[in-house]
């Protein structure tokens, strides 16, 4: 009976002992995670596993919280750049259009009052572009774009396209070439953003492209629809980034525009379902395109 006493005795103590060791390892932690601003890992150097778990699931969260951190100083940062981008882009052309006005104001010569008038004007489409790349971008951010699924004909979409963009195409004196352009070709797209698709697309060729500017369909595959757009640039284009916002070759930014247009064709193109990609081979430089076809 006395050995029963002696061991409960010497039981309880090592369980009194174990538990003040606990507790004043509890107090460290406590204390080492209210001096820990920077979210530094933790000591593990403890007695107890369960205790060595913890810390490493603290430790764990922790770079959580790092990575939290991290990615919204990056947004942040992200936010004002964009802030300081669309000031510089808007400002530009609405200065030019407020000076050609009042040149025109104050002309009595009325072919030069209609000259600098139709360059205003001009100036003016162009910051009303802006304007609808910058709601179109907002809708985007906030996931309130909505798409409108249907079977339509990319061979039509296409040729619209170039049609209405053939001032800007004859301007630069390009001869566009789309020989599969009487052949009708259906994809499920959205309409409105698939216009919207190949106009930005023809504004960057216009932009970027010397001499060539040639749309190709392959069909062949029975689940997708392939539209290449080959384009000469004698200029190294950063395949990697070139869809990314704000984006510009250019870095001068002489060649106008905020650098969205590609942006907006992947966010819309992937709301369908499909794809865009790019790659240059010396001076030719390519967009690739897949769509769905429709299920009938």
Do not use: W
């Not at 890992?41 to 810390?55: A, E, S, T, W, Y």
């Amino acid at each position: 009976m006395l050995y029963v006493i002696i061991i409960l005795i010497i039981l309880v103590l090592f369980l009194f002992v174990r538990l003040l060791l606990l507790k004043k390892e509890l107090k460290r932690i406590t204390k080492a995670m209210k001096n820990n601003p920077s979210y530094d890992h933790m000591n593990m150097d403890f007695i107890d596993k369960d205790l060595q778990k913890m810390i490493t699931e603290v430790n764990n969260l922790y770079d959580q919280i790092m990575q939290v951190k991290a990615e919204c100083k990056d947004d942040e940062r992200k936010i004002k750049d964009s802030i300081s981008m669309i000031s510089h882009d808007m400002r530009t052309p609405l200065t030019s259009v407020i000076g050609y006005l009042q040149v025109a104001q104050r002309s009595d010569n009325a072919e030069e009052k209609n000259a600098n008038i139709e360059i205003a004007l001009e100036r003016a489409r162009y910051l009303n572009d802006l304007v609808n790349d910058f709601f179109d971008i907002s809708l985007i951010e906030s996931e309130k774009t909505e798409v409108d699924i249907e079977k339509v004909n990319l061979s039509e979409i296409i040729c619209e396209e170039i049609l209405a963009a053939s001032p800007e195409i004859d301007k630069k004196g390009i001869e566009p070439l789309f020989e599969q352009s009487e052949r009708d070709v259906y994809i499920r797209a959205d309409r409105k953003k698939l216009s919207r698709i190949i106009q930005n697309l023809l504004s960057n060729a216009v932009k970027y492209s010397e001499k060539r500017l040639e749309f190709r369909i392959e069909d062949s595959d029975p689940s997708k629809v392939s539209l290449k757009l080959i384009t000469d640039c004698s200029e190294k284009i950063d395949t990697d980034k070139v869809f990314d916002r704000f984006y510009q070759n250019d870095s001068s930014r002489t060649k106008g525009g905020a650098g969205l247009g590609l942006y907006i064709c992947k966010s819309f193109i992937e709301m369908m379902d499909g794809s865009i990609s790019a790659k240059q081979d010396g001076n030719s430089f390519e967009i690739l395109l897949t769509f769905l076809k429709p299920e009938d």
